[in-house]
Every structure is written in C-alpha cells, then in structure tokens.
C-alpha cells in the first residue's frame, strides 16, 4: 500500500513552546489529510479535516487556534501545536487519501509529551 | 450523521479457533467500509475494505468481512487466530469519496489470542 510518513514519532517539550508534526505521502498525492488524536486505550478522534490548498475543516470542539493545520502541498500536511499545555499530551495520527474509492492511509504516529 | 458502533471492548480467542469481532454502522447511502489494526504506539494497518460488488471481502494476514446490508453489518473474521493476531481493531465508515467526506471509527476492539 500507499506510504504515509509522520515525524516525529516521539516529541518531550515544555509547557507553553509549540510542536510541529508533519505528515507527508511519500508515494502518491494526498488530496485530502485527516488528524486524529487518540488517549489511552481510547479510539480515533477525528480533529480537523484538511484539503489541499484550502483552509482545514475542524470538527466540533477542536480549537482552530491551537491546532493549526498547514496543507500547501499534496504531499505534505502539517499539525502545529501552539503553546502546549500538559492536558494536550496525547498521541497523533495523520492519515491522507488521494480520492476516489480508497482507503486512508495511516502515518506511525507522534507520542506528544507536554511537561 | 454517520457512526460505527463496535460492542465488544474487547474479545478473547484461543490460538486455532475462528474469531470474529463485530462492528455495525450507520449511514446515509451506500457506506464504504473499513477496517485497520493497531499495534501498540503505532499508527493504523490497513486490512480489508468494502466499496462495492461482492459482499465478502478477503484482506491481509488472512482476515475476511462481511457485508450485510440489511443488517448494516461488517464483521471481521479469520478461521483460525494466531497469537500474532493479538492487537487492537477499528472498524471505519466513510459515506462517500468526496474530499469532505470524513472517515469515522469505531471505538476499537481489543483482540487477544490466548496461546
């Protein structure tokens, strides 16, 4: 399958720095990128919903201003978190499809650790 | 709106025996249907999908689903478990293939092959 590359895998910073996460589609052209976040034993929830070239599309309760998500090419996608708290510790995941009748492909995943 | 419900947190499976874990979906239209493995700290594995045609999908690693319309139903199977099959599963629905058209997932069901 298609090859989604998320970096990186495991971020530490302090309280109040912003963290980058990129994902990129090394092998086909994402027209669509998906940002989930996930806790603990818990499913995929969906963040925001970016399309190429367009300003993403953030689901319900997901603040806009703190998760800023950058799609300005088909092959990358970026999550930035700005000023990050503790309670935004999670683990990330990216997924990217490039239309028609496919599946989602998934990056690995970036362990974000706020102290 | 559409939904995915998987009612088993999780399910327990001797080495050899057939498994199933269920998943049930709602949506508008005809659905497109997936479903992913995860592994721990690791993003998601595509496993099989259903977009149209025959009812019964064949994927990786020897899983199979099945699509029942009139149950809105998509059950994953394997005739005989490995231990190796011990992960956590998701179901997913997307309601169309247009840029906008998000993918939902189930809350994951945790497999567990016993030795």
């Known amino acids: 399958g298609a090859v989604v590359s998320q970096h990186p895998s495991r971020v530490i910073c302090k309280s109040g720095t912003s963290v980058k996460i990129e994902c990129r589609s090394l092998d086909f052209q994402a027209t669509t990128m998906f940002w989930y976040r996930q806790f603990p034993k818990q499913s995929l929830m969906l963040m925001a919903t970016s399309n190429e070239g367009s300003k993403a599309t953030y689901e319900q309760g997901v603040e806009k201003d703190k998760f800023l998500i950058n799609h300005a090419s088909l092959t990358l996608s970026t999550l930035t978190v700005t000023s990050a708290h503790p309670e935004d510790s999670s683990f990330y995941i990216c997924?990217?499809?490039?239309?028609?009748?496919?599946?989602?492909?998934f990056g690995q995943g970036t362990r974000l650790t706020v102290v | 709106a559409q939904s995915v419900a998987q009612p088993e947190d999780q399910v327990n499976v001797a080495e050899g025996n057939p498994l199933t874990v269920k998943c049930t979906y709602s949506?508008?239209?005809?659905?497109?249907l997936f479903w992913y493995v995860q592994y721990p700290n690791r993003g998601l594995q595509f496993l099989l999908k259903y977009i149209t045609g025959d009812n019964l999908v064949k994927g990786s690693y020897g899983f199979e689903a099945e699509f029942n319309k009139s149950q809105t139903s998509f059950h994953l199977k394997k005739p005989s478990a490995l231990v190796s099959d011990s992960a956590l599963y998701f179901c997913a629905v997307r309601r169309g293939m247009n840029r906008d058209d998000k993918i939902i997932f189930g809350k994951g069901t945790r497999l567990h092959i016993l030795p």
């Open positions: 997924s990217a499809t490039g239309g028609g009748p496919t599946e989602a492909f």
């Open positions: 949506v508008s239209g005809n659905p497109y």
